[in-house]
């Protein structure tokens, strides 16, 4: 046995050694530079879209609230507000209704009370 623990002392011996895989230290990378920012681009002033601001004749019921002279779909709605504001119109428990009066009534297809959003839907049928 002393034969055999010896023969295969000599066969290690004479295999090559692994060796222990050495590990490399990592390649340090190099640190990213800032990209190089572009210069910001200037803005240009929006353009209003030409359909907004197209002059449209107001309806008689409308030029009641509004006036006869021809105007944008903008300028009425502001008009409108303006109207609702100055005679206290605008609902006090619920902002976004408005109770209407007897002007109103004309344009709002003889509703008592419409919502802010359903405004610029009875405009529409009055501008043209």
């Known amino acids: 046995m002393a034969t055999k623990k010896k023969a295969a ?3 290690a011996a004479k295999k090559p050694a692994k060796k222990a895989a050495a590990k490399k230290p990592a390649a340090k990378k ?3 530079k800032a990209a190089a920012k572009k210069p910001a681009k200037k803005k240009s002033a929006r353009k209003p879209n030409a ?17 006869a002279k021809a105007l944008p779909r903008t300028e009425a709605v502001k008009k ?12 006090a428990k619920n902002k976004r209704n408005v ?16 919502s802010m959003f359903e405004i610029a839907k009875f405009l529409g049928k009055h501008l043209s």
């Open 9 to 11: 002392k000599k066969a």
């Open 30 to 32: 190099p640190a990213k």
């Open 51 to 67: 359909a907004f601001m197209k002059a449209l004749t107001p309806s008689a019921a409308l030029a009641a609230v509004v006036g």
């Open 80 to 91: 409108i507000w303006a109207y609702i504001k100055a005679n206290k119109l605008q609902d």
């Open 99 to 114: 109770n209407t009066d007897a002007k109103l009534k004309l344009v709002f297809g003889n509703k008592a009370q419409v």
